[in-house]
């Protein structure tokens, strides 16, 4: 059974850092990938990391230059750090995973319960 868990999520003031993780079981070689959610809104994508290689990241628009996703393959972890937040960063953020190689952003079948990041102004 596949089970991710988030942490790291939490408030902070706007250009302060957050740095998330999360922590995979029951996983076999995945595309992993951050989401998140802001209130009202639909969730989106943030960024994804490969298994194979973990050079090969995606980020979306509003991710590039300020996060930065990596993962520690043997132990199943993935990380999100997060420089410069604003506001609009504010949501909450999924882990998911998907077993298979360069998988589009609605491929996703494995989602964690998501992790709170409050960005004050």
């Known amino acids: 059974q596949v089970q991710l868990a988030e942490s790291g999520g939490g408030l902070v003031q706007a250009g302060g850092s957050l740095r998330l993780s999360c922590a995979a079981t029951?996983?076999?070689?995945?595309?992993m990938a951050w989401f998140r959610q802001a209130p009202g809104k639909e969730r989106e994508f943030v960024a994804a990391i490969g298994f194979w290689s973990a050079h090969t990241t995606d980020y979306s628009r509003f991710a590039q230059g300020r996060f930065t996703i990596s993962r520690d393959v043997s132990r199943y972890t993935m990380y999100l750090d997060m420089n410069n937040l604003e506001p609009d960063d504010t949501g909450v953020y999924y882990c998911?995973?998907?077993?298979?190689?360069?998988?589009?952003?609605?491929?996703?079948?494995?989602w964690g319960q998501g992790t709170q990041v409050t960005v004050s102004s």
């Open positions: 029951g996983l076999s070689k995945s595309y």
């Open positions: 998911a995973a998907v077993p298979k190689a360069a998988p589009l952003r609605g491929d996703y079948v494995y």
